[in-house]
């Protein structure tokens, strides 16, 4: 892979002036007045500070990565996860802020970057291993997406192949990311896999697209145990981070949360989607979906990384992405899942 030794432009360096006087400067723009403290969360896409305000409780700021979303896109996310607040579904929304004369908006601005600020919420991972932890997810996720199937998004894109499979291909073959003697075969398991994530959406027919939380894995759901729940907000789980929500299809957000053998995603599959259909019917077909989803996905991830390599957080935390065995490994899974997506789905009906 190319890959530059220093920046080249203002572009590679989106946070460069991101400092923490900017970062306490921003917040305090918005009427927060914070008491120096700064904790930088795990985040590369944008940046995530909880911050420490005086006599309240701490906040988070994300401050969104240049270019990536419209204006319009962020505040209709936004929009989307108030509505499901205000029906009492545990999604994190931002919080509304004036600045200056303006009206309260949840879409701030300082010295050039776009941030917004959240409460901050404690938890832990769920316990997965549990059924009830399952059904009580499967519920949650089933009440969002009926919220979700009511109007469709505007401003952001769909989950499909040409967004998560084409272009992000197209992006490592233009930008020279595949190491010469790898490029043949790489390209023909990309080639390959596309073709069999087309024929699962064939079988999958023509399934309905709602609004998603999009990156529904354990780690964006923070669970509240009932002996904490006390000053911390109700028990059970709660949706942070829908930055990457966009329309596709609803076992988006659930095949992410499924781990171990097929067995054992069978069995879990089963449990979430018994929660689910309490509130929102599921649509099995797209369970033809799950192994194309995930071969989008890893496509997708590939791509981002090659995107955001001059950005300097990404070659510290993904030292090996480049290298002739990160390619190697990559044309590997993508074998493994040409031959998954032509095995019958997790929950196949008679």
């Known amino acids: 892979m190319q890959t530059p030794e220093a920046p080249q432009s203002d572009d590679d360096v989106p946070y460069a002036g991101l400092t923490p006087e ?209 000053g911390r907000g109700t028990p059970g789980p709660h949706f942070v981070d829908f930055d990457d929500s966009r329309m596709g299809p609803a076992v988006q957000d659930l095949w992410m949360l499924l781990e171990g053998d097929r067995a054992a995603m069978q069995d879990q599959l089963a449990d979430i989607v018994a929660g689910y259909e309490d509130f929102a019917e599921f649509d099995t077909r797209e369970l033809w979906l799950v192994e194309a989803l995930r071969t989008l996905r890893l496509l997708h991830y590939s791509a981002w990384l090659a995107s955001r390599w001059r950005d300097p957080a990404f070659p510290a935390a993904f030292p090996w992405f480049g290298t002739a065995r990160y390619w190697q490994d990559r044309i590997l899974e993508l074998r493994e899942q040409i031959a998954l997506m032509d095995e019958p789905p997790l929950w196949a009906t008679a």
């Not at 832990?124 to 997406?145: C, D, N, Q, V, Y």
Request: hydrophobic share 40%; charged share 25%.
């Open 22 to 230: 900017c970062i306490l400067d921003a917040l305090e723009s918005a009427g927060y007045f914070p008491d120096g403290r700064l904790l930088a969360l795990n985040s590369y896409e944008n940046r995530v500070w909880q911050v420490g305000i005086e006599d309240a409780s701490p906040i988070i700021a994300k401050f969104y990565r240049p270019g990536r979303w419209s204006d319009a896109a962020i505040v209709e996310e936004h929009a989307f996860v108030q509505q499901l607040a205000d029906t009492e579904i545990p999604a994190v929304p931002a919080l509304r802020a004036s600045q200056g004369a303006g009206l309260p908006t949840t879409l701030l601005t300082h010295e050039g970057f776009r941030f917004a600020v959240f409460p901050r919420c404690g938890g832990r991972e769920p316990a997965l291993e549990r059924r009830e932890t399952r059904e009580w997810l499967g519920r949650f996720i089933g009440r969002i997406h009926a919220m979700g199937a009511a109007t469709p998004y505007q401003a952001r894109p769909t989950l499909d192949i040409e967004s998560f499979g084409i272009a992000p291909r197209d992006y490592l073959l233009s930008h020279e990311c595949i190491p010469a003697e790898l490029l043949a075969p790489w390209r023909a398991a990309v080639d390959l896999a596309l073709d069999a994530v087309r024929r699962c959406y064939d079988r999958a027919g023509d399934v309905r697209l709602l609004r998603l939380h999009g990156d529904c894995h354990r780690g964006n759901v923070l669970w509240i145990d009932e002996e904490d729940a006390r």
